[in-house]
């Protein structure tokens, strides 16, 4: 197909939306993205996206409208980012990995003007909306979907251009409460974001870059997709972690770029294959969600794949810190210095003061890929930052060099195959059984997963609830990665002398616990993603 079209996109200097439009017009023939094989060339990307922000508008749908999707990777999927990008909505794709109630809480708090669901989903978007108070306009994804026709909004507005401020994602992730929060992040937020990126890790239209994380993290467009598409490389879309095919992706399409969290690391790494599979093409592999282990880093670094640690979170944007793979020998455990057009400093979380030169205390972020704030809590975001700074609740070391470490997280939530759990959110779905009286989760380590859940509950009194009973209640209610994966009855919780749960004296129960944990409670709790990361 030959690019013909001559939109009319007037947005300014960091609008989204004329990233594919400007690489259509470069590189109309070159491929954008090989979706299970199905390639794309940039033209005809550009040309429906374009389309459909056109019929987006032409609907009543522009500013202020939020468009939430429920899908997994794919090539309709990221038509419709771009349509969003190109008309002024903020895209907010949701986790199909939440049960029918968590899906529809987030859809109750998002408000979305329409929703966009792949039909693979259709099932689970259905019973989550019905459980919704307000039904917004529905449609599916795709060109016999959405493309073709979309519904006429509930209140058109008027149309006016695209500005930086404007939101662009709305990305929901797990903090130290219990419910899941939307991340504002506007236009001007992920040009910065992709700008450091670039200037960091460049990619270049020679590239290929596989994404394998799911489309409702922000790392699955602001860790090197988005920026490919901005210099016209080419994405392979993966819509599941398997790792025996992914190391047969990254030989058949030589694939140059990557991201993984360390769980996906790990599994690759010990698959049977991995041994013998040509890897070669592989010149930048991102590591993000977690801190690699030494030994891992050690291992692929040994196979020719040395590995970039990262650090962020979805409020920065999310990339923060980085350490190029060839400092890692150096700095084993590291997680570097921050990104261009990224300030940090690190506070005492007791005196608040700024501690300078080497020093340990909490990590503040600033700079332009900062949030925009929460989506409608503005009490949340003021607690999250403080005269402009982003205060990440994660404790870290800093080395005489500038290097960062990460030593522990202030906050409650732990980190399970690079999905974000919030005990409290856990905590609430246990107690919602008439059996339970109270409950704390913790993480504790685990070689694959990184982290995994201990549950501590106290029953109510008489009460005969088994394990297995409050697990099975608990796979109705939260997602699998959110599983505990032992729970432990106990008489009551402990306490601080001021009456806060103490939480570091679970944690080293739980520890001892999992030590002699019997292996195969593993397979009777289940994986935390489904298999998949």
């Given at each position: 197909?030959?690019?013909t079209?001559?939109p009319?996109i007037?947005d300014g200097?960091?609008?989204i939306?004329?990233w594919?439009?400007d690489?259509a017009a470069?590189?109309p023939?070159?491929?954008?993205?090989?979706?299970?094989?199905v390639?794309?060339?940039?033209?005809?990307?550009a040309?429906r996206?374009v389309a459909?922000?056109?019929a987006?508008?032409?609907?009543?749908?522009g500013?202020?409208d939020?468009?939430?999707?429920v899908?997994g990777?794919?090539t309709d999927?990221?038509v419709?980012?771009?349509?969003?990008?190109?008309?002024g909505t903020?895209?907010?794709?949701?986790?199909?990995r939440l049960?029918p109630?968590e899906l529809?809480d987030?859809?109750?708090?998002s408000?979305?003007?329409?929703?966009?669901?792949?039909d693979?989903?259709?099932?689970?978007?259905?019973?989550?909306?019905?459980?919704?108070d307000r039904?917004p306009?529905t449609a599916?994804l795709?060109?016999v979907?959405?493309?073709?026709?979309v519904?006429r909004?509930?209140?058109?507005?008027?149309w006016?251009p695209?500005?930086?401020d404007?939101p662009?994602?709305v990305?929901f992730?797990?903090?130290?409460e219990?419910?899941?929060?939307g991340?504002?992040?506007?236009?001007a937020?992920c040009?910065?974001?992709n700008?450091?990126?670039a200037q960091?890790?460049?990619l270049t239209?020679d590239?290929?870059?596989l994404?394998?994380?799911?489309?409702?993290?922000?790392a699955?467009?602001?860790?090197?997709?988005?920026?490919a598409w901005?210099?016209?490389?080419?994405?392979v879309?993966e819509?599941?972690?398997?790792p025996?095919?992914?190391?047969q992706?990254?030989?058949?399409r030589?694939v140059?770029a990557?991201?993984?969290v360390?769980?996906?690391?790990?599994?690759?790494?010990?698959?049977?294959?991995?041994g013998t599979?040509?890897?070669?093409?592989?010149?930048l592999a991102l590591v993000?969600g977690?801190t690699m282990?030494?030994e891992?880093q050690q291992?692929?670094a040994?196979?020719g794949v040395?590995?970039?640690?990262?650090?962020g979170?979805?409020?920065?944007?999310p990339n923060?810190?980085h350490?190029?793979?060839?400092d890692?020998v150096r700095?084993?455990?590291?997680?570097g210095?921050?990104?261009p057009?990224?300030?940090?400093?690190?506070?005492?979380p007791?005196?608040?003061?700024t501690?300078e030169?080497?020093?340990?205390?909490?990590?503040?972020v600033?700079?332009?890929?900062v949030f925009?704030?929460?989506?409608?809590?503005d009490?949340?975001t003021a607690r999250?930052?403080?005269d402009g700074?982003l205060?990440t609740?994660d404790?870290?070391s800093r080395d005489?060099?500038g290097v960062?470490?990460?030593?522990?997280r202030l906050?409650d939530i732990f980190?399970?195959g690079g999905e974000?759990?919030a005990?409290?959110e856990?905590?609430?779905?246990?107690?919602?059984?008439?059996?339970v009286?109270?409950a704390?989760v913790?993480?504790v380590p685990d070689d694959?997963?990184g982290?995994r859940g201990?549950a501590?509950?106290?029953?109510?009194?008489?009460?005969?609830?088994?394990?297995?009973?409050?697990?099975a209640?608990a796979r109705r209610?939260l997602?699998?990665?959110?599983?505990?994966v032992?729970?432990?009855?106990?008489?009551?919780?402990?306490?601080?002398t001021i009456e806060?749960?103490?939480?570091?004296?679970?944690?080293?129960?739980?520890?001892a616990l999992?030590?002699?944990?019997?292996?195969r409670e593993?397979?009777?709790?289940g994986?935390?993603s489904?298999g998949?990361?």
């Amino acid at each position: 197909m030959t690019w013909t079209s001559d939109p009319v996109i007037d947005d300014g200097p960091h609008t989204i939306g004329r990233w594919l439009v400007d690489s259509a017009a470069r590189v109309p023939e070159r491929i954008a993205i090989d979706d299970r094989g199905v390639t794309t060339d940039y033209a005809t990307l550009a040309a429906r996206a374009v389309a459909l922000a056109d019929a987006l508008r032409d609907a009543g749908y522009g500013a202020g409208d939020r468009v939430a999707t429920v899908s997994g990777n794919s090539t309709d999927h990221v038509v419709a980012f771009f349509a969003c990008a190109i008309a002024g909505t903020a895209f907010v794709p949701l986790s199909w990995r939440l049960t029918p109630r968590e899906l529809s809480d987030v859809l109750t708090r998002s408000a979305p003007s329409l929703v966009l669901v792949e039909d693979e989903y259709e099932a689970l978007a259905g019973e989550a909306l019905r459980l919704c108070d307000r039904m917004p306009p529905t449609a599916v994804l795709g060109t016999v979907g959405v493309e073709a026709a979309v519904p006429r909004a509930m209140r058109p507005g008027s149309w006016r251009p695209v500005r930086d401020d404007d939101p662009l994602l709305v990305i929901f992730t797990s903090g130290s409460e219990a419910a899941p929060k939307g991340v504002v992040l506007t236009h001007a937020n992920c040009f910065w974001n992709n700008l450091a990126l670039a200037q960091a890790l460049p990619l270049t239209q020679d590239d290929v870059v596989l994404a394998m994380l799911p489309q409702f993290h922000v790392a699955a467009w602001n860790c090197q997709p988005l920026l490919a598409w901005w210099v016209g490389a080419t994405v392979v879309l993966e819509r599941s972690f398997q790792p025996a095919r992914v190391l047969q992706l990254i030989a058949d399409r030589h694939v140059t770029a990557m991201m993984g969290v360390p769980t996906q690391y790990a599994m690759l790494a010990a698959d049977r294959d991995a041994g013998t599979a040509d890897t070669s093409s592989l010149r930048l592999a991102l590591v993000g969600g977690a801190t690699m282990p030494v030994e891992l880093q050690q291992l692929w670094a040994q196979r020719g794949v040395p590995l970039t640690q990262g650090y962020g979170l979805t409020e920065a944007g999310p990339n923060v810190l980085h350490l190029p793979a060839s400092d890692a020998v150096r700095a084993p455990g590291a997680v570097g210095r921050p990104y261009p057009h990224v300030s940090v400093r690190i506070v005492d979380p007791a005196t608040g003061l700024t501690l300078e030169g080497p020093a340990t205390g909490e990590l503040w972020v600033r700079g332009p890929s900062v949030f925009a704030g929460f989506l409608g809590d503005d009490a949340a975001t003021a607690r999250a930052l403080r005269d402009g700074w982003l205060r990440t609740g994660d404790l870290v070391s800093r080395d005489a060099d500038g290097v960062h470490r990460v030593v522990d997280r202030l906050k409650d939530i732990f980190i399970s195959g690079g999905e974000n759990v919030a005990p409290a959110e856990v905590e609430y779905a246990l107690c919602l059984h008439p059996l339970v009286e109270a409950a704390a989760v913790v993480g504790v380590p685990d070689d694959v997963w990184g982290e995994r859940g201990v549950a501590f509950v106290v029953r109510t009194p008489g009460a005969a609830l088994s394990a297995d009973e409050l697990l099975a209640h608990a796979r109705r209610n939260l997602a699998a990665f959110k599983i505990p994966v032992h729970v432990e009855f106990v008489d009551e919780l402990p306490r601080s002398t001021i009456e806060k749960l103490a939480r570091s004296r679970l944690r080293e129960r739980a520890r001892a616990l999992r030590a002699h944990a019997d292996p195969r409670e593993q397979v009777e709790t289940g994986s935390p993603s489904r298999g998949e990361s």
